[in-house]
């Protein structure tokens, strides 16, 4: 049998050597491998001591994430680490790469530990709704005080070889080969006499004020459990003996492990990668991407223009006027500015980025030699048109051509040029370099390599590509379009908009919707109604009180007058009290009698309309799996990444129930209330969303 853990002896120094690709997770075949590869090292009367390292990308990214959630298998992780720390021989973990959670705790359970100098440590289970749960949060304390530990595993962050060393987390930084600088070190270390150091064997760390950080830490997760659940582990290190402390570690891990909130973040880890895995597009080669235009150097196009030069793209951006391409280089220059800021780029590498990086001008002609244009101009068709009439005439044949249109027909946009099938939506968000997501809107004539640039360029953005097929709004606004109206008949019906806010915000959202409509601007929901007016069903409910906001000119943030009134130099709003005046106007006039909703009444109606439209979505083939409809909600509408996108959500809530409630309000209003005719079907057959996914 074949096993992924080897076994070397180098004189008196056995190496247990780690090749599990890609990135050497800790499956059953690496759990036993390591064991009987201890074992083997102890039995060998040559052997002094025994080094851990790993080929590859990584010392260890951690536990196999694809087993959780399904029956244990031996050796469990808690207790190899104890195993390994156990040994009567002296034992070295040689990291390179990453060690992170289960990879970091083998580490722990090691005598020493030396580290590349690229290396990075870290205990990012948190982030998966765990906490560390072999023994790392026993054994980290003991190295670098509770405080720190806290800190460590709360966020969950990475830390680099140079504060591990610092921090105590790490004995010895070396340059080199990993086997060869543990196979140095443990000479080096039997050379000197030194034996097995067990970390368990430490002091426990120093008492911090646990109830203020428990809490602390709690508010800061906005809803989410794990971190405030590995404060108390970090206790348990400081108030119990070893071995305690290890029962209670395991028994807060299990806990955890049957939560909802593990289901959902595990969700979103794998399928923030499956996302962009398409199917489709296995052997598509992507076109060569160097130098990228832009047209409109606005809120998107200079986004769209500081996104690319981070990535280290050469830039042309167009702009209509002297005084706009001015405008432009200082929205670039002001975003590049904030990069410098917070260390992204070096002084140099903005002098760089701003100067030989970067053209604006009037002029379409500079787009001549470009690989691909992002077309970010006013949202209207026939500009866009004319925008798109001058690239088909400037640009060099097989040039991608993409608009970064929201709602406008892709289809029509593509017809217009001469080359249609060079045509793609590329669909960012604002701020366009910082938002992760990237909808990829692919229309009838896209040519399939056109479809791998654009997921290329997603890569090089460091964004979350998803395929999107075309419709008014795409996945993500045609979805918010829906679960909006649910919050606004909610709110025609009597519940306040800054109870849904909070209802929502408490259900872990970044932002309530109507905060965020002020954010975005109001102007923009007022011109979305009037367009859609005439093609409105007579059955549709539309709410107008905020028209008449409108129409009195305040459009919220930016006017300092929305739902919330905003004053200069302060966060956040305070309610608008002629919001209630203008609903109470609106109720009388359709003979509405307000009533109480509960919190969880506004979060069920809210999930489920968002839920009903991510089913049309699917069925339509405009996303192709549920997960996609998960990922855009994720990374572009601050859905809680806890609950895993809201078609996760829907199959944790269980599908029948949901169908359920979506037919019980469809009573009061059947028009908005359709049930999608896909979770019907899923219902009738007992499956699920992810039973989808999985079918891919
Ligand atoms: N288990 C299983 N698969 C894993 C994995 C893990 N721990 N870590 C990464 N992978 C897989 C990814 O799913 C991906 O698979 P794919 O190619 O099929 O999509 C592949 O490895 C490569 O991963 P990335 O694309 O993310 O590669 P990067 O180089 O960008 O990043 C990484 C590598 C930093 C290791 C990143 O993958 C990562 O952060 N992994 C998770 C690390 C983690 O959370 N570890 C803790 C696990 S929980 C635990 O240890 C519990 C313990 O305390 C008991
Ligand atoms: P904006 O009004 O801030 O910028 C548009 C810019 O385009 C202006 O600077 C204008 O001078 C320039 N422009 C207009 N016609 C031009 C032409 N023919 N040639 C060169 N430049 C021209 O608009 P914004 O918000 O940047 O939006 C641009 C596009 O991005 C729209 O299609 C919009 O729907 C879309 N979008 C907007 C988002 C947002 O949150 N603002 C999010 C995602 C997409």
Known sequence: MTTPVTYSTHGAIAVLRIDNPPVNALSQAVRQGLSDGMDRAEADADVAAIVICGGGRAFIAGADISEFGKPPMQPHLPELCTRIEAS??????????????????????????????????????????????????????????????????????????PEALELGIIDRIEDGDSQEIGIAYAQDLLSKGAGPRPVSAMPPAEAIDWDATYDAVLKKGRGQISPATAVRAVQAASELSFDDGMTRERDLFMELMGTDQRKGLIHAFFNERAVSNLPELKGVEPRALQSIG????????????????????????????????????????????GALKRGKITQAQFDALTTQALTVATNYDTLSDVDLVVEAVFEDMDVKKQVFGKLDAVCKPGCVLATNTSYLDVNEIAASTKRPDDVIGLHFFSPAHVMKLLEVVVADATAPDVVATGFALGKMLGKISVR????????????????????????????????????????????????????????????????????????????????????????????????????????????????????????????ITPRDFTDAEIVRRYMCAMVNEGARVVEEGIAKRPLDVDMTLLFGYGFPRYWGGPMKWADIAGLDSVLADIERFAKEDAWFWQPAPLLKQLVAEGRSFDDLNRAG
């Open 88 to 161: 009567p021989k002296l034992v070295v973990a040689a990291m390179h790469g990453v060690s992170l959670g289960g990879g970091l705790e083998v580490a722990l359970g090691c005598h020493y530990r030396v580290a590349q100098p690229s290396a990075r440590v870290g205990l990012p289970e948190v982030h998966l709704g765990l906490i560390p749960g072999a023994g790392g949060t026993q054994r980290l304390p003991r190295l670098t005080g509770a405080e720190k530990a806290v800190e460590a595993i709360t966020t969950g962050r990475h830390i680099k070889a």
């Open 294 to 337: 832009v047209i409109g150097g606005g809120t998107m196009g200079a986004g769209i223009a500081t996104a690319a030069l981070l990535a280290r793209l050469n830039v042309t951006l167009i702009e209509m006027t002297e005084e706009a391409v001015e405008a432009a280089r200082d929205r670039i220059t002001g975003n590049l500015q």
């Open 468 to 591: 999107a097929g075309v419709c008014d709004g795409f996945i993500g606004n045609r979805i918010l379009a829906v679960y909006r109206t649910a919050a606004d008949h909610m709110v025609l019906d009597g519940a306040s908009p800054y109870q849904i806010d909070k209802a929502l915000t408490d259900f872990g959202f970044a932002m309530g919707p109507f905060a965020v409509a002020d954010l975005a601007g109001l102007d923009i929901g007022w011109a979305t109604r009037k367009r859609k007016a005439p093609d409105r069903h007579p059955e549709e409910r539309v709410p107008t009180y905020i028209d008449r906001l409108c129409e009195q000119g305040h459009f919220g943030q930016k006017t300092g007058e929305g739902y919330y009134i905003y004053e200069a130099g302060k966060r956040g709003g305070t309610p608008n009290p002629k919001i209630a005046e203008l609903v109470a106007a609106e109720q009388r006039d359709l003979g």
